[in-house]
């Protein structure tokens, strides 16, 4: 069974990067398209960026041209990129596995994993 876990979130100041990491064990993460969400205090989880199974990707216009996600099979992993980044950035992000990237409704999604935080301030 298909499992995620998230790493590489942390304080940053605005305008810096981090790049957070979406490991899958039990089964190889191949045969799925991924997508990261966030979910800042207060408000509700909102679909970020998502990578297909053969490559396409697709972003949220607040992130477009800022982060960029992109995945390694041969390490069962797939990477969020995040540059410039705005307080507004600031939230627990959250990868998930679909069959195909077809809009962030979390229904569409399993195999949640816990999320990890990032938090973007001076």
């Known amino acids: 069974q298909l499992q995620l876990v998230e790493s590489g979130g942390g304080l940053v100041q605005p305008g810096g990067s981090l790049t957070l990491s979406c490991a899958a064990s039990?089964?190889?993460?191949?045969?799925?398209?991924i997508g990261w969400f966030r979910q800042a205090p207060g408000k509700e989880r909102e679909g970020v960026s998502c990578?297909?199974?053969?490559?396409?990707?697709n972003y949220v216009d607040s992130v477009k041209g800022r982060f960029a996600i992109t995945r390694n099979n041969a390490k069962n992993t797939v990477y969020l990129a995040m540059n410039s980044l705005k307080p507004e950035d600031t939230a627990v992000y959250s990868c998930?596995?679909?069959?195909?990237?077809?809009?962030?409704?979390?229904?569409?999604?399993?195999?949640w994993g816990q999320g990890t935080q990032v938090t973007v301030s001076s």
């Open positions: 039990g089964t190889t993460l191949d045969r799925y398209a």
């Open positions: 990578i297909s199974v053969s490559g396409p990707t």
């Open positions: 998930a596995a679909a069959q195909k990237c077809s809009g962030y409704l979390s229904a569409f999604f399993h195999s």
